[in-house]
């Protein structure tokens, strides 16, 4: 566990990771992962290049994008 890794980097990654995380679900009727078995994912970020401002403020740039495309998509 690192706790220098910033918890933006963790929701794009966990989002980039989406099929793999329901590929590794478990269950027939309603397949579930626990939090475990999330935190066995291994995370290789150089932080010293991820803590530039210019790539958080990218993330969250695309970020916003994304939910104004979702909701003009309605």
Same mark, same amino acid.
């Given at each position: 566990?690192?706790?220098? =890794?910033?918890?933006? *980097?963790?929701?794009?990654?966990?989002?980039? /990771?989406?099929?793999? =995380? #329901?590929?590794? &679900?478990? !269950? &027939? @009727?309603?397949?579930? =992962?626990?939090?475990? %078995?999330? @935190?066995?994912? %291994?995370?290789?970020?150089?932080?010293? =290049? *991820?803590?530039?401002? #210019?790539? #958080?403020?990218?993330?969250? %740039? *695309? /970020? !916003?994008?994304?939910? %104004?495309? /979702?909701?003009?998509?309605?």
């Amino acid at each position: 566990k690192r706790d220098d =890794i910033p918890q933006t *980097f963790i929701y794009y990654f966990l989002k980039n /990771k989406t099929n793999q =995380i #329901l590929n590794d &679900a478990l !269950g &027939a @009727a309603q397949p579930n =992962i626990s939090p475990k %078995e999330i @935190a066995n994912y %291994e995370i290789n970020i150089d932080l010293d =290049i *991820f803590n530039s401002s #210019l790539v #958080l403020e990218k993330m969250d %740039e *695309f /970020k !916003g994008d994304t939910k %104004e495309q /979702k909701h003009q998509s309605r």
